[in-house]
C-alpha cells in the first residue's frame, strides 16, 4: 500500500475550547489508485490531508494520535527536515486556489522550473526546457511564449493546470487534490478534473480527490471515503455506493445532487447543520440530522463496520439503510 493513515487524531486548541475536527480517521490509497474524500464543510478533509503532508498549521493544530505511514515509514516519526524531503518530490498537494498557491511576481517558467533547479540540480536552460515540457504536459496552448507569463497573465482554468504542473514536476508517487476545480466553471472543472484524471493513470500516482461534490468523483475516483464530524462514516467502491449507500449520511448527499433524469425535482438537502465540532453529540454524531436515528444512535457510538472486503459503514442500521 502506498499510503496506509491510521486513527488519525487531529485537535485544534482555541481560545473557546477544543475542537476535534479528526477523530480516528483511518483510509488507504495505492499506486494507481483515486480515492475521493467527501462531506460536507468542516468534516476535516483538509485537516487530514495537511496532517498527511506535514503542513498542519502547528499551532494551533495538532496531531494528537495515529500514523502515517507512506512508503512504509510513518511521516509521523520524521524529523521536519526528513518530511521536507518527502513533500513536492514524493508526495504533493494541488489547492483550490491557485491565485493564492503561486507566487505573483515569479514568471509561471521560473516557478516551475525552480523545481528542477533546487530538487534535480539543473542548470537554469535545461529547468526552462523542462517548465515549457510541464506546460505542454497539461495542454497548455503556445507554452513556449507563455512560460514568461506571470500567474495573472492566465485565466482560472490554466492557472489550475499550471497547480498540477507544478505537483507533477517531480513525479510524486502521490498528489493530493483539495478541491482542485471547485473555483471553476463548470465546463472548465470537468476540463481539469479529465485531465488529472489522465495524468494520474499515465503517471500510475495515487491520488486523493477531496471534493463535496459527489458528481465529480463518479467518472474519476475507485473508492470514497465519506466524512461526518471528523471519522469516516462509510468507505466503498464508487459503483457500490452509487447503486445502495450503506449509511444515511452519503444516502443524503446522493440525494442532493442535481440528475438529469429528475428535471425540475426538488432536491433533498441534509436538513440541520454538521456539529460544533468542541462539543460533538454523544453517540452517532449524526442523529440530530438523521431521518433513520434510533434511541441507540443518541447513545452508542457506531463503529466503523466491515460489510465485506471492500466496503465500511459507521452506522448502527447500515442493513436496513442498504435496503433502502
Ligand atoms: N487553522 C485552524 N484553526 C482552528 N481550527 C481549525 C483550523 N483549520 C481547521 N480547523 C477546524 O477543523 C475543522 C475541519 O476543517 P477542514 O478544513 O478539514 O474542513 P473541510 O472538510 O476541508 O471543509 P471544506 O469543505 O469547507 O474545505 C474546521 O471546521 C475547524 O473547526
Ligand atoms: S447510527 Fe443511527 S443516527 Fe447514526 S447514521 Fe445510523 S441510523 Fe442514523
Ligand atoms: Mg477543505
Redesign the pocket.
Known sequence: MLLEVRDLHVE?K?RDGV?R??NGVSYSVDAGETLAVL????????????AVMGIL?SP??RVTAGEVVFQGRDLLKLKESERRKVRGAEMAMVFQDALSSLNPVLSVGDQLGEMFMVHRGMSKKDARAKAVELMDRVRIPAAKERVKQYPHQFSGGMRQRIMIAMALALEPALIIA??PTTALDVTVQAQVMELLAELQHEYHMGLIL?T?DLGVVADVADRIAV?YA?RIVEQAPVREIYKAPAHPYTRGLLDSIPRLDQKGQQLYAIKGLPPN?MSIPPGCAFHPRCPMAQDICRTDEPRLNKLDNYRQSACHFWEECLDG
Open positions: 485544534f482555541t475542537a475536527a479528526v462531506g460536507e464543510s468542516g468534516s476535516g478533509k483538509s485537516v487530514t490531508a495537511q498549521p494551533p493544530g483539495d478541491e477531496i463535496h466524512m471528523g465540532l
